[in-house]
């Protein structure tokens, strides 16, 4: 369910220090399957991380926003905002619309949570 990784993006590049060395803030960039549905990510410090809006838009789109929304204060689940150069990779892999000027982030482990959260709620129809 969670574990089927589809594919990577590849390395974003980044600035190089004097010495050679890449600063912080590199990441990768990919997709990955869940629950059936294909989710571009961004591999930052370690932690995937997956763009709010897709997630709401392509993984719980049955489930009005405010629902979510509230889903994510009981669980506690903070999001991030992402900065420009990881704003630009979400949009190259189109997780986010090119018209996006600001983006959230949420973590694959609190992804996971929220959707085991909304498994109970049943579609709008």
């Known amino acids: 369910m969670f574990l089927t990784c589809e594919g990577t993006f590849g390395i974003v590049p980044t600035t190089m ?3 050679g060395e890449a600063r912080p803030g590199e990441f990768h960039a990919g997709y990955q399957e869940i629950e059936g549905i294909n989710l571009g990510y ?28 509230k889903k994510m204060e009981i669980l506690k689940i903070k999001s991030r905002r992402c900065d420009l150069q990881e704003l630009r ?17 949420i973590s694959k ?17």
């Open 17 to 19: 220090d004097y010495n």
């Open 42 to 69: 961004l591999q930052i410090n370690g932690t995937q991380m997956f763009a709010l809006a897709q997630v709401l838009s392509d993984l719980f789109k049955d489930i009005p926003r405010t629902t979510i929304s």
């Open 89 to 105: 990779t979400l949009k190259a892999i189109n997780s986010v619309p090119i018209r996006a000027v600001k983006c959230s982030l």
């Open 109 to 125: 482990a609190d992804l996971e949570a929220l959707c085991t959260s909304c498994k109970s709620l049943s579609p709008r129809r």
